[in-house]
């Protein structure tokens, strides 16, 4: 990737909800000086974010369209990391993923769609290792508290320990209209499965997820379910990939509740809405409920916050850790995946030589942790 390109980012979907409050972050919130422009399919309405949030001059805007293949080649020339907010990723993220491949552009996003994923791994994997590229998705909150998370934790144990990890999840927040319409596509298309890497894991380790059950637990003080999200299936692809997860890693992720009460009802909420997402008449009606684009105030925003305790045992030895930050879907999202893309630009040299389609832990680690810890999110072993 040459590094005389005009941008360090471009943040790609900045008219969206999402994409506006990263814009907004690197405008107020970095520590750095990068250059960075925004793009969107709309000149118009670049025009108008880059006014709203008083952007400098500097700050370009580029249009690119989604649909459009020549026009998100020419826009990842001309960066060193494209950052997308443009989803759902299983129907715009294709197209964007294999322009930064041809490019020799490293690409950041925030997907927690495991179809696309998938896809990605497929398709991507092979070449951008061979270019010297990472291809790094789900850098929001979907999965980077769990897989750096995770991560902190088993370095506190012996490289050879035999490591059981449990991540509880705890948040409270609103979401957009683009997450329900991920949610609801995604639950239509059914559950699917992220793959490990192709190549197994040397020697003896043995990487696998824990059988999961609801019930209570003491040590968070409240109810737990098993939460078939894509943050499970990162981190165990995060443990194949690094030596530090123990000769043997197994990983179990809950959603936490308050009481038994609340958890049923969550059930029997989100049982609704995986049922009706399976028959396109009904799917159709759900999709209608959000449009993208819409999402929750600043006031919404300010209020929300979320914690993922760990719990870890190995060969006798117990620790607990937590993860925590403020409002997940949105304030925190953005700053992660802005420090993400931050991470890749700026901080190359600092990065482990690992290459392809990765986790935010195999392709950052160390360098992203310290990066979000300096804008206020928490790692800690308690």
Same mark, same amino acid.
């Given at each position: 990737?040459?590094?005389?390109?005009?941008?360090?980012?471009?943040?790609?979907?900045?008219?969206?909800?999402?994409?506006?409050l990263?814009?907004?972050?690197l405008?107020?919130?970095?520590?750095?000086?990068?250059?960075?422009?925004?793009?969107g399919r709309?000149?118009?309405?670049?025009?108008?974010?880059?006014?709203?949030?008083a952007?400098?001059?500097?700050?370009?805007?580029?249009?690119?369209?989604?649909?459009?293949?020549?026009?998100?080649?020419?826009?990842?020339?001309q960066?060193?990391?494209?950052?997308?907010?443009?989803?759902?990723?299983q129907?715009?993220?294709?197209?964007?993923?294999?322009? =930064?491949?041809?490019?020799?552009?490293?690409?950041?996003?925030?997907?927690?769609?495991?179809?696309?994923v998938?896809?990605?791994?497929?398709?991507?994997?092979?070449?951008?290792?061979?270019?010297?590229?990472?291809?790094?998705?789900? =850098?929001?909150?979907?999965?980077?508290?769990?897989?750096?998370?995770?991560?902190?934790?088993?370095?506190?144990?012996?490289?050879?320990?035999?490591?059981?990890?449990e991540?509880?999840v705890?948040?409270?927040?609103?979401?957009?209209?683009?997450?329900?319409?991920?949610?609801?596509?995604?639950?239509?298309?059914?559950?699917?499965?992220?793959?490990?890497?192709?190549?197994?894991?040397?020697?003896?380790?043995k990487?696998?997820?824990?059988?999961t059950?609801?019930?209570?637990?003491?040590?968070?003080?409240?109810?737990?379910?098993?939460?078939?999200?894509?943050?499970?299936?990162?981190?165990?692809?995060?443990?194949?990939?690094?030596?530090?997860?123990?000769?043997e890693?197994?990983?179990?992720?809950?959603?936490?509740?308050?009481?038994?009460?609340?958890?049923?009802?969550?059930?029997?909420?989100?049982?609704?809405?995986?049922?009706?997402?399976?028959?396109?008449p009904?799917?159709?009606?759900?999709?209608?409920?959000?449009?993208?684009?819409?999402?929750?105030?600043?006031?919404?925003?300010?209020?929300?916050?979320?914690?993922?305790?760990?719990?870890?045992?190995?060969d006798?030895?117990?620790?607990?850790?937590?993860a925590?930050?403020?409002?997940?879907?949105?304030?925190?999202?953005?700053?992660?995946?802005?420090e993400?893309?931050? =991470?890749?630009?700026?901080?190359?040299?600092?990065?482990?030589?690992?290459f392809?389609?990765?986790?935010?832990?195999?392709?950052?680690?160390?360098r992203l942790?310290?990066?979000?810890?300096?804008?206020?999110?928490?790692?800690?072993?308690l």
């Amino acid at each position: 990737m040459s590094s005389n390109r005009p941008y360090d980012v471009i943040v790609f979907g900045a008219t969206g909800f999402t994409g506006k409050l990263v814009a907004e972050y690197l405008a107020s919130n970095s520590r750095e000086s990068p250059r960075w422009a925004i793009a969107g399919r709309s000149a118009e309405r670049l025009a108008a974010v880059k006014s709203e949030l008083a952007l400098s001059e500097e700050i370009a805007t580029i249009t690119a369209d989604s649909s459009d293949q020549g026009s998100l080649r020419a826009m990842a020339e001309q960066a060193r990391v494209v950052l997308t907010t443009v989803g759902p990723y299983q129907k715009y993220g294709g197209p964007l993923v294999a322009a =930064c491949v041809e490019a020799g552009t490293d690409y950041v996003d925030i997907t927690g769609e495991p179809e696309f994923v998938n896809g990605v791994i497929e398709h991507h994997d092979d070449e951008a290792r061979d270019k010297g590229l990472r291809i790094v998705n789900c =850098c929001g909150f979907d999965s980077i508290p769990h897989d750096l998370g995770a991560y902190v934790m088993v370095q506190q144990f012996p490289d050879d320990a035999t490591v059981k990890l449990e991540g509880f999840v705890s948040a409270s927040g609103k979401f957009s209209g683009g997450t329900w319409q991920s949610a609801v596509n995604a639950m239509g298309r059914a559950r699917q499965q992220l793959r490990g890497p192709r190549k197994a894991p040397t020697g003896d380790r043995k990487v696998r997820g824990l059988k999961t059950r609801a019930r209570r637990e003491a040590a968070v003080k409240g109810w737990v379910a098993p939460m078939p999200t894509i943050d499970p299936l990162v981190v165990l692809r995060s443990a194949r990939a690094l030596p530090v997860y123990g000769r043997e890693f197994r990983y179990g992720h809950y959603i936490r509740v308050g009481s038994l009460a609340k958890l049923l009802a969550l059930g029997v909420g989100v049982g609704s809405v995986f049922g009706l997402a399976q028959l396109k008449p009904t799917r159709n009606l759900l999709l209608k409920m959000r449009q993208s684009g819409d999402g929750p105030t600043p006031e919404e925003r300010a209020r929300g916050k979320f914690r993922v305790t760990f719990l870890g045992t190995a060969d006798g030895q117990r620790v607990i850790g937590e993860a925590s930050g403020g409002d997940p879907g949105y304030g925190e999202t953005s700053k992660m995946v802005a420090e993400s893309a931050l =991470c890749l630009a700026l901080d190359r040299e600092q990065l482990p030589e690992r290459f392809g389609v990765l986790t935010p832990a195999a392709a950052m680690a160390d360098r992203l942790l310290e990066r979000l810890r300096a804008a206020g999110l928490r790692f800690e072993i308690l």
